[in-house]
């Protein structure tokens, strides 16, 4: 069993994997045991039986960083690993499996690849958990293989050609179209579907150099491209990642069910047509390797434009999620685009309305009010002072003309938004229309993928509304 087949093992639910020589580090000491992992869930488990006669201390509260524990052990007498904890809870339910223990559960357990005695064990864990923060100026290679559990690709470009040869019928080809490779700079990554599954290989090109940790950034940011182009978080169940100082690293974890949903930018149609999903990953990626504003803020509004369209999420939720995400993203483009643009006409606003708040003031403070009229006032004093210069339909419609949009299609996602919006926020009688639901989902969905990719500069045809009245997908082409 290598590590990779850890993280099958906890896939399949089998039984739990015996760990020997554990060592939890803690503020108060270091304590030993041995135990078993298992899966629960969407993380990992880890049952403890301490040896000696120390009772691990229990904590509360809010817990920062650096009070986190750190746990390392051999799975199957092989394998040793490191992962960080919360502080020990002592619970009723945990008396019934642990005696003179504990369970501790983390999202995934690391491999650690340092050579180590028994007891030099905790060494090399808090060896293992600093190595990470290393930087060197020197130029590394590196590669990084990863595996996304039920993740299927928009496209498949390329094909791998498997020859067997039989004794009895001779040699024969299989061919299967499954796999989509690009580059970002220096890099070349291959994109494998088997099965349900996919596949990332991450490496330098051939007579390339790159700076250390750069490939660890890099992987990073293709993750979140991925997810950008393919409606669903990637959260890899098993990484390998060797960022070329030297220091090997391996993940594995129970795989997670992430956020997912059918309004990609792209499909095979658009792909088939033209639209390269390598260049709109490219392009994503350039963008959130920057790690400035800009490109944290970008990725966080895609972020919650999966978490609001997800399968999982109710229909009514959803829309109302996607309504906020709209106005929110089409606030911060076109600050970003078209904030020269209308500066000047923001100030002549800003001088009317405070114009026009003075006379209010001297209205409401010059006449005789009848009671409770005063409050009055102030409200309307309030509503003067929370006017902007555009309504976040003034700032779509600029964006629209910024990238070159068709009018006419975009104006779709804009009405389901004015439909559904405000009766949703604010009480009103909702429509009970799932169908129409479903649209005004998918438009909104669409629209905020379209701007995104024009924002990134990405150029050819894009999927607008994966749903409309005739239960068909509506395109639409960047210039």
Same mark, same amino acid.
């Given at each position: 069993?290598? #590590?990779? @087949? %850890?993280?099958?093992?906890?896939?399949?639910?089998?039984?739990?994997? +015996? $760990? !020997?020589?554990?060592?939890?580090? =803690?503020?108060?000491?270091?304590?030993?045991?041995?135990?078993?992992?298992?899966?629960?869930?969407?993380?990992?488990?880890?049952?403890?039986?301490?040896?000696?006669?120390?009772?691990?201390?229990?904590?509360?509260?809010?817990?920062?960083?650096?009070? #986190?524990? @750190? %746990?390392?052990?051999?799975?199957?007498?092989?394998?040793?690993?490191? +992962? $960080? !904890?919360?502080?020990?809870?002592? =619970?009723?339910?945990?008396?019934?499996?642990?005696?003179?223990?504990?369970?501790?559960?983390?999202?995934?357990?690391?491999?650690?690849?340092?050579?180590?005695?028994?007891?030099?064990?905790?060494?090399?864990?808090?060896?293992?958990?600093?190595?990470?923060?290393?930087?060197?100026?020197?130029?590394?290679?590196?590669?990084?293989?990863?595996?996304?559990?039920?993740?299927?690709?928009?496209?498949?470009?390329?094909?791998?050609?498997?020859?067997?040869?039989?004794?009895?019928?001779?040699?024969?080809?299989?061919?299967?179209?499954?796999?989509?490779?690009?580059?970002?700079?220096?890099?070349?990554?291959?994109?494998?579907?088997?099965?349900?599954?996919?596949?990332?290989?991450?490496?330098?090109?051939?007579?390339?150099?790159?700076?250390?940790?750069?490939?660890?950034?890099?992987?990073?940011?293709?993750?979140?491209?991925?997810?950008?182009?393919?409606?669903?978080?990637?959260?890899?169940?098993?990484?390998?990642?060797?960022?070329?100082?030297?220091?090997?690293?391996?993940?594995?974890?129970?795989?997670?069910?992430?956020?997912?949903?059918?309004?990609?930018?792209?499909?095979?149609?658009?792909?088939?047509?033209?639209?390269?999903?390598?260049?709109?990953?490219?392009?994503?990626?350039?963008?959130?390797?920057?790690?400035?504003?800009?490109?944290?803020?970008?990725?966080?509004?895609?972020?919650?434009?999966?978490?609001?369209?997800?399968?999982?999420?109710?229909?009514?939720?959803?829309?109302?999620?996607?309504?906020?995400?709209?106005?929110?993203?089409?606030?911060?483009?076109?600050?970003?685009?078209?904030?020269?643009?209308?500066?000047?006409?923001?100030?002549?606003?800003?001088?009317?309305?405070?114009?026009?708040?003075?006379?209010?003031?001297?209205?409401?403070?010059?006449?005789?009010?009848?009671?409770?009229?005063?409050?009055?006032?102030?409200?309307?004093?309030?509503?003067?002072?929370?006017?902007?210069?555009?309504?976040?339909?003034?700032?779509?419609?600029?964006?629209?003309?910024?990238?070159?949009?068709?009018?006419?299609?975009?104006?779709?996602?804009?009405?389901?938004?004015?439909?559904?919006?405000?009766?949703?926020?604010?009480?009103?009688?909702?429509?009970?229309?799932?169908?129409?639901?479903?649209?005004?989902?998918?438009?909104?969905?669409?629209?905020?993928?379209?701007?995104?990719?024009?924002?990134?500069?990405?150029?050819?045809?894009?999927?607008?509304?994966?749903?409309?009245?005739?239960?068909?997908?509506?395109?639409?082409?960047?210039?």
């Amino acid at each position: 069993m290598d #590590f990779k @087949k %850890i993280a099958d093992h906890f896939r399949a639910r089998t039984a739990p994997l +015996a $760990v !020997s020589q554990i060592v939890i580090v =803690t503020g108060e000491g270091d304590f030993t045991g041995n135990g078993k992992l298992r899966r629960n869930g969407d993380s990992l488990e880890l049952e403890v039986t301490l040896v000696g006669e120390r009772e691990l201390p229990t904590v509360g509260g809010i817990f920062k960083r650096d009070q #986190f524990w @750190k %746990i390392g052990g051999l799975i199957e007498d092989q394998f040793p690993f490191w +992962a $960080v !904890s919360l502080p020990h809870q002592h =619970t009723i339910n945990e008396a019934r499996f642990v005696v003179r223990g504990g369970l501790f559960h983390f999202d995934r357990v690391h491999h650690l690849t340092l050579p180590f005695e028994a007891k030099q064990l905790r060494e090399a864990v808090i060896q293992a958990a600093s190595s990470g923060k290393e930087t060197s100026a020197t130029s590394v290679r590196g590669y990084v293989d990863a595996r996304l559990t039920d993740y299927k690709l928009v496209w498949l470009a390329e094909a791998t050609v498997t020859v067997e040869n039989n004794p009895f019928l001779g040699e024969s080809i299989h061919t299967e179209r499954n796999t989509l490779r690009g580059r970002v700079g220096d890099f070349e990554y291959g994109l494998i579907q088997r099965g349900d599954d996919c596949d990332i290989h991450l490496r330098l090109k051939d007579g390339a150099d790159a700076q250390a940790g750069a490939i660890d950034r890099l992987s990073q940011a293709l993750y979140r491209a991925l997810a950008f182009v393919h409606g669903r978080h990637t959260w890899p169940q098993w990484e390998q990642i060797d960022s070329g100082t030297g220091n090997r690293l391996e993940y594995a974890t129970a795989p997670r069910k992430v956020s997912a949903n059918f309004y990609t930018p792209l499909t095979g149609t658009t792909s088939s047509n033209g639209s390269d999903p390598t260049v709109l990953i490219g392009k994503a990626v350039e963008c959130f390797l920057r790690e400035d504003a800009f490109s944290k803020e970008f990725d966080n509004y895609l972020f919650l434009t999966r978490e609001a369209a997800a399968d999982e999420t109710p229909i009514q939720v959803g829309t109302l999620g996607l309504c906020a995400v709209l106005e929110g993203f089409v606030s911060f483009l076109h600050q970003h685009f078209c904030g020269e643009k209308t500066s000047s006409g923001n100030a002549e606003f800003e001088q009317a309305k405070s114009t026009l708040i003075e006379f209010v003031k001297e209205r409401a403070n010059g006449v005789e009010q009848p009671p409770n009229m005063a409050d009055s006032w102030k409200r309307f004093i309030g509503l003067l002072q929370s006017a902007r210069p555009l309504r976040p339909a003034d700032k779509y419609c600029q964006l629209v003309e910024h990238f070159r949009l068709p009018p006419g299609k975009m104006s779709a996602a804009l009405e389901a938004w004015k439909v559904h919006r405000h009766p949703l926020a604010h009480g009103a009688s909702a429509k009970d229309d799932r169908m129409d639901q479903l649209v005004a989902t998918s438009r909104i969905a669409g629209a905020i993928n379209v701007l995104a990719a024009a924002a990134l500069g990405f150029s050819g045809l894009m999927v607008l509304s994966r749903i409309e009245d005739k239960i068909e997908d509506e395109y639409i082409r960047l210039p």
